[in-house]
């Protein structure tokens, strides 16, 4: 089956420091792919889109200039958390869908995020 | 607006049945999905529904009605690793994910 990983798993820094997220389709190509955050006990929340090639789209209320997103190649994203504050920690997920209009969201195992 | 309604929290016994709920209105429709979420963890996909009627696999099933825009996941023989969140999501017309809250089943032995 189609295989999305995440990296790093887990990550803690100091405020003020900057955090990269790796998200690799390892055995399909893909165009686009999603990142999602979410908070404890809540619902997933789509931050942004990321497109092979081009601009991400991002979510109303998400800063694009403190998410900075990434997507070089057909089987690699990037999600870089900027100047990082407390308030980003979060449960970070990426995801993307092999193709066929009808294929699931397959998700990275998620990157806990704690900046102090 | 685009809304997915959910119960926050489901509580069942250990080898029982649990039929958990999910109601949608979106801006047109092109598929319903199930996932499950267990705690400090990505989800994994389980189902999806794109017609009426009943999907099963194995001790999971879903089934969907388009008309009154009503979704359930089924799940048999319950097992205490089925404790988890399990999110329902439908594509809307624009092909965007719309995800529910999610709910949380609690299986006690």
């Known amino acids: 089956g189609a295989v999305v990983s995440q990296h790093p798993s887990r990550v803690i820094c100091k405020s003020g420091t900057s955090v990269k997220i790796e998200c690799r389709s390892l055995d399909f190509q893909a165009t686009t792919m999603f990142w999602y955050r979410q908070f404890p006990k809540q619902s997933l929340m789509l931050m942004a889109t990321s497109n092979e090639g081009s601009k991400a789209t991002y979510e109303q209320g998400v800063e694009k200039d403190k998410f900075l997103i990434n997507h070089a190649s057909l089987t690699l994203s990037t999600l870089t958390v900027t100047s990082a504050h407390p308030e980003d920690s979060s449960f970070y997920i990426c995801?993307?869908?092999?193709?066929?209009?009808?294929?699931?969201?397959?998700f990275g195992n998620g990157t806990r995020l704690t900046v102090t | 607006g685009q809304n997915i309604d959910q119960p926050t929290e489901m509580t069942a016994t250990e080898g029982a049945i649990v039929q958990i709920n999910c109601t949608y209105q979106?801006?047109?429709?092109?598929?319903l999905f199930w996932y499950q979420q267990h705690a400090g963890e990505a989800p994994t996909f389980l189902s999806y529904n794109v017609l009426d009627g009943l999907e099963e696999k194995g001790r999971f099933s879903s089934f969907l009605s388009r008309s009154k825009g009503y979704s359930y996941l089924l799940l048999k023989e319950l097992q205490m690793k089925d404790s988890a969140s399990y999110l329902c999501?439908?594509?809307?017309?624009?092909?965007?994910?719309?995800w529910g809250a999610g709910t949380k089943l609690i299986i006690k032995p």
């Open positions: 995801s993307a869908r092999p193709p066929g209009e009808v294929s699931p969201l397959h």
């Open positions: 979106t801006s047109g429709f092109n598929g």
């Open positions: 999501a439908v594509k809307d017309s624009n092909y965007q994910l719309i």
